[in-house]
């Protein structure tokens, strides 16, 4: 189990339960756009603090991610030991792909409208400085269900234990509180996996449909989600991460799927589960969870402690010398925002956003 995390690297809120709705943008900077980037850092938690005080209760938990291309644009300095481009998987049957991403903005909530707001006034402000490259909109469906039917994130750690799975410890202690978050969008095949019967499927998972109860070791195949996906390290612990996966789905497009979200204090961690699933362990048997869910996504971020966004790092390029697409200080209401979602924030009350 990693070391403990020590008490001044207040973590951004990624410990927190799964919610009943969720948000997650994966975006490109495009090139001259880092400055303008940088510029909004410090207003994110203000973002967030002006909505969550209007609606409480609400839960709205953001957290924001960095990938490792877009570390160095941005900052200068020491950079996260584990961070590093998402590692692509061809196993026999199933491919894991990297896509593209600079920034990882995973917005929760018990209501979409609030995190569609915080959304709303970044990406208003951001202009066109970024560009969102996959948008999706998750769900709790039923008692926390997938939409292959199975009870997910029963087996999440929690308290200490979570802490200690999600959040970098002393190891790095410049970037303590920190967590790695590995992203993958995948789509079900429903049909083919609605064409099993209940205890096939329950063979696929480990655990029962009904009422999600783990099968034992004498029963579980080699090749179920659960066993591929529980690890132990030499030391006999259990090597955890912490998910935050949410259903989506859209009856227009024919796309069903889950939307897996891992945080981990070690990269390592989430890739083995990775390597286990995609490519066998041992080598060939694979995750029979494949065979009905597609990878079609797949990058991995380093989101920050909470203090790190007041005063970043200095940028890598000596200021007054960046190049902006559009002022970064341009006002919300005025600002295009070219993500072809729209900004339909109503600004109500909002912040003092062009005076900064
Ligand atoms: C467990 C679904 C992808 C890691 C589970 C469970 C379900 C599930 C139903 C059992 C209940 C629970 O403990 O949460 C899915 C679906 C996925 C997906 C539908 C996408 C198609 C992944 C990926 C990873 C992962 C990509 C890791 C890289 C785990 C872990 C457990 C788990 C660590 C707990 C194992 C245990 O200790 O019992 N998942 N999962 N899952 N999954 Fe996934």
Known sequence: MPAAVPEPAAAQPILTPLSTAALILVVTIEPGGEAAVRDVLPDL??????????????????????????????FAGPRPAGLHPFQELHGARHHAPTTPGDLLLHIRGERMDVCYEWAARLLGRLGGAVKVVDETQGFRYLDHRDLLGFVDGTENPVGADARAAALVGSADPDFAGGSYVIVQKYLHDLAGWNALSTEE??????????????????????NSHVALNTLTAPDGSEREILRAN????????????????????DPDVTEQMLRNMFLGSPPGTYDRILDFSTAVTGTLFYAPCADFFDAPPPSPVPSGTESLPQPASAPVAQAPVPTGA?????HIGSLQESAQ
């Not at 967030?48 to 490792?68: E, K, M, N, Q």
């Not at 499927?201 to 080699?222: F, H, L, N, T, W």
Request: hydrophobic share 40%; charged share 20%; with cysteine.
């Open 342 to 346: 729209g900004d339909g924030s109503l």
């Open 201 to 222: 499927q329950e063979r696929v998972i480990g655990r029962s449909k009904a009422d999600d109860v783990e099968m034992s070791d004498a029963v579980k195949p080699a």
């Open 45 to 74: 938690g203000a973002f967030a603090r002006s909505i969550d005080f209007r609606f409480p209760g609400i839960g709205l938990a953001c957290v924001t991610g960095f990938g490792s291309d877009a570390w160095d644009r941005l």
């Open 246 to 265: 949410m259903p989506f789905g859209s009856f227009e497009q024919g796309q069903f799927g889950t939307y897996f979200i891992g945080y981990a204090a």
